[in-house]
T-cell receptor, first 112, second 111 residues
Framework: DADVTQTPRNRITKTGKRIMLECSQT?????MYWYRQDPGLGLRLIYY???????NKGEISDGYSVSRQAQAKFSLSLESAIPNQTALYFC???????????FGPGTRLLVL | TQLLEQSPQFLSIQEGENLTVYCNSS?????LQWYRQEPGEGPVLLVT?????EVKKLKRLTFQFGDARKDSSLHITAAQPGDTGLYLC???????????FGKGTKLSVIP
């Protein structure tokens, strides 16, 4: 079984809709991250969490929110989706050193 | 803001050829990592380099960290179709828990 799982793997939604992307991990890591990947732009950090009570904004947090429901679960919400949020979204985890990150398989999101 | 520039952005070579991918910055990193990403999957860590001048080998892949810890290179010897993918470098700043990613090098190895 995969250590980091993401659901859904693919999602099509309409402008203005609220959607949630979910991430679960079995690695026992405290640190979890959400990134988006766009062609030609690489991976950009949206939010990160060092533990259940510690959530921080990343480089591009506007239009997104997160919830750390448990050590193993970290969800990303788009309150009102817009077309420029169309991207590939990755969840990642790391140990306390934070330098090696383990990525999920990604969620491909299309906002019409 | 720390930036990592990767070059080339795209690379298409014949099976058996050698290649080098570069990752450069004006900033110093405490460590630098290389990931490979295949279509439909998340990035997978290949190696972490920590010491300036460090060289690590992983089968046909050779990774080097610059003496000043501002740049790194990935050299592949005798490339194979299975090496095809997106190669990403990522740097960790001193005292920072965040990784800065380069934009990636998309490698295609033609049989």
């Amino acid at each position: 079984d995969a250590d980091v799982t993401q659901t859904p793997r693919n999602r099509i939604t309409k402008t203005g809709k609220r959607i949630m992307l979910e991430c679960s991990q079995t690695k026992g890591h405290d640190r979890m991250y959400w990134y988006r990947q766009d062609p030609g732009l690489g991976l950009r950090l949206i939010y990160y969490s060092f533990d259940v009570k510690d959530i921080n904004k990343g480089e591009i947090s506007d239009g997104y929110s997160v919830s750390r429901q448990a050590q193993a679960k970290f969800s990303l919400s788009l309150e009102s989706a817009i077309p420029n949020q169309t991207a590939l979204y990755f969840c990642a985890t790391s140990d306390v050193l934070g330098e090696t990150q383990y990525f999920g398989p990604g969620t491909r999101l299309l906002v019409l | 803001t720390q930036l990592l520039e990767q070059s080339p952005q795209f690379l298409s070579i014949q099976e058996g050829e050698n290649l080098t991918v570069y990752c450069n910055s004006s900033s110093v990193f405490s460590s630098l990592q290389w990931y490979r990403q295949e279509p439909g999957e998340g990035p997978v860590l290949l190696v972490t380099v920590v010491t300036g001048g460090e060289v690590k080998k992983l089968k046909r892949l050779t990774f080097q960290f610059g003496d000043a810890r501002k740049d790194s290179s990935l050299h592949i010897t005798a490339a194979q179709p299975g090496d095809t993918g997106l190669y990403l470098c990522a740097g960790a700043g001193a005292g920072s828990y965040q990784l800065t990613f380069g934009k990636g090098t998309k490698l295609s190895v033609i049989p």
